[in-house]
Every structure is written in structure tokens, then in C-alpha cells.
């Protein structure tokens, strides 16, 4: 005798999920921030010990304060709509609105 699945029941949750998979504006800047941050704090220190210590550290210090920067400029950018929407405001979709 063949087995019959059993019925399952599905339950959806109580919004459709954004559909930037995080890929917003927010997030590219905080992205491409602690990459050139790190990119010039590598360099600097990379540099220590073969040029002036002025410009290694100056290039450390450089290169943390982008990353700071940027850190500040996304946290600024997703208060003001261009990250990923809150919970509370996709709650209010529904899974047909797109």
C-alpha cells in the first residue's frame, strides 16, 4: 500500500522580506569606507620603518578615520531611509505589496 505524505500546514510570516537583500545605499558606502580605510592603514603600515614615521602613522590614523567616517555617515544615511527598513515598518506590508 502506498504511503501518503502527510499534510503539512504552513503558516506565512507577517510581511514579505525586502526584496535589496541588503544591498542598499547604506550599507555600499560602510562597504567601500573600511575598505579604503584599511586599504590606507595597511599601506601605512607597510610603511613603518622604510619612510618617515610621520607619514606611516599619518597614514594609520588616516585610514581609521575613514572608517570612522564612514561608520557615522551609514548609521546617518539608514536614519534617514536608505538602509534596510525597520521591522515595524515592514510589519505594515503585506506579502503582496512587492
Known amino acids: 500500500m502506498p504511503q501518503l ?5 504552513y503558516t506565512l510570516p507577517p510581511a514579505s522580506p525586502a526584496h535589496n537583500h541588503g544591498r542598499t545605499v547604506a550599507a555600499w558606502v560602510l562597504v567601500w569606507a573600511v575598505t579604503l580605510g584599511f586599504l590606507l592603514s595597511g599601506v601605512g603600515l607597510a610603511l613603518i620603518g622604510v ?10 590614523i588616516a585610514g581609521a578615520a575613514v572608517i570612522v567616517l564612514g561608520l557615522v555617515l551609514s548609521v546617518g544615511m539608514r536614519m534617514a531611509g536608505y538602509g534596510q527598513p ?4 515592514m510589519e505594515k506590508r503585506d506579502w503582496y505589496d512587492g
Request: no cysteine.
Open 5 to 9: 505524505p502527510q499534510p503539512q500546514s
Open 86 to 89: 525597520k521591522v515595524a515598518d
Open 51 to 60: 619612510v618617515e614615521p610621520g607619514i606611516a602613522w599619518g597614514l594609520l
